[in-house]
């Protein structure tokens, strides 16, 4: 009864089987591509350190421990929103790197498909001498602060949500005697690590296809 006499087996000439294969194939394909995430871009568009404005050197402004900044976050993503966890910002004055100078937390929110969103605050910095800072710049260099970033995101499928990512970034941003940012078109934050999750997948969906074939 069991035998309909088509000889199940997987022959390269058994037809269900060959089309099996490619369903399973295609399924596979759209499955990875449906659930396919990347993190959203995270950068740092403006940075102002009114102490360092060489052409500002009144007694307020010799106290002014403010740092100004706009953090742009962009989720590239055309169908797929994140959830961000409340987000932390990290201030150091470059090289010191074992001593924030300023916190700063961004609350958590949600983003949608391609949308972007800017962020602008302000933060005091805290136990900062500025001495080396004004030297440099008062010789013609620039000043270094690095930003960091921390948080966990979620990302939203059609209607269900992933679990959380970590994603943890950061670059260092170069300002100059005006108390500006000398990059105008913004610093990148980047993992300090190489991104594995996505070739762990690449590396989940080859396995698959090579069982499949
Ligand atoms: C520092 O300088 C900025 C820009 O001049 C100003 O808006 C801010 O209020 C100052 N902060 C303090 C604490 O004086
Ligand atoms: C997120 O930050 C806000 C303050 O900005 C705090 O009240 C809240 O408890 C934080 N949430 C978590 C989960 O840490
Ligand atoms: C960093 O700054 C802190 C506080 O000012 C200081 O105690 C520490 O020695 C500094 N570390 C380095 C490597 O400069
Ligand atoms: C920033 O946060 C860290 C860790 O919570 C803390 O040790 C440090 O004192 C904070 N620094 C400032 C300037 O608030
Ligand atoms: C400092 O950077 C600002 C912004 O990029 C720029 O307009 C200015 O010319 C720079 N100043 C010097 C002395 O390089």
């Keep these: 009864m069991s035998d309909n006499g088509e000889g199940g087996g997987c022959g390269p000439c058994s037809s269900i089987c060959c089309r099996?294969?490619?369903?399973?194939?295609?399924?596979?394909?759209?499955?990875?591509?449906?659930?396919?995430?990347?993190?959203?871009?995270?950068?740092?568009?403006?940075?102002?350190?009114?102490?360092?404005?060489?052409?500002?050197?009144?007694?307020g402004n010799r106290n002014n421990n403010s740092i100004f900044f706009d953090l742009k976050l962009d989720n590239g993503m055309k169908e797929k929103g994140v959830y961000y966890d409340n987000i932390s910002l990290t201030f150091f004055y470059d090289p010191?790197?074992?001593?924030?100078?300023?916190?700063?937390?961004?609350?958590?929110?949600?983003?949608?498909?391609?949308?972007?969103?800017?962020?602008?605050?302000?933060v005091e910095a805290h136990g900062q001498s500025w001495e080396a800072a004004l030297k440099n710049v008062s010789n013609g260099n620039v000043s270094v602060f690095r930003v960091?970033?921390?948080?966990?995101?979620?990302?939203?499928?059609?209607?269900?949500?992933?679990?959380?990512?970590?994603?943890?970034?950061?670059?260092?941003?170069?300002?100059?005697?005006?108390?500006?940012?000398?990059?105008?078109?913004?610093?990148?934050?980047?993992?300090?690590?190489?991104?594995?999750?996505?070739?762990?997948r690449l590396l989940l969906f080859s396995g698959l296809l090579v069982v499949l074939l």
Excluded: M
Excluded at 25 to 54: E, H, M, N
């Design 96 to 122: 010191n790197t074992s001593y924030p100078i300023a916190n700063y937390t961004v609350p958590g929110f949600h983003q949608g498909h391609g949308k972007k969103a800017h962020w602008k605050s302000v």
């Design 20 to 59: 099996f294969i490619i369903t399973s194939g295609f399924a596979a394909l759209f499955l990875w591509l449906a659930l396919r995430t990347s993190q959203p871009t995270c950068s740092i568009q403006d940075l102002y350190v009114p102490i360092l404005k060489k052409t500002d050197r009144s007694i």
């Design 148 to 200: 960091g970033l921390s948080t966990k995101v979620r990302f939203k499928i059609i209607f269900w949500h992933t679990k959380r990512h970590n994603l943890v970034v950061g670059a260092g941003v170069v300002v100059n005697d005006s108390g500006k940012i000398v990059k105008k078109k913004g610093v990148k934050l980047k993992s300090g690590s190489p991104e594995r999750s996505c070739h762990l």
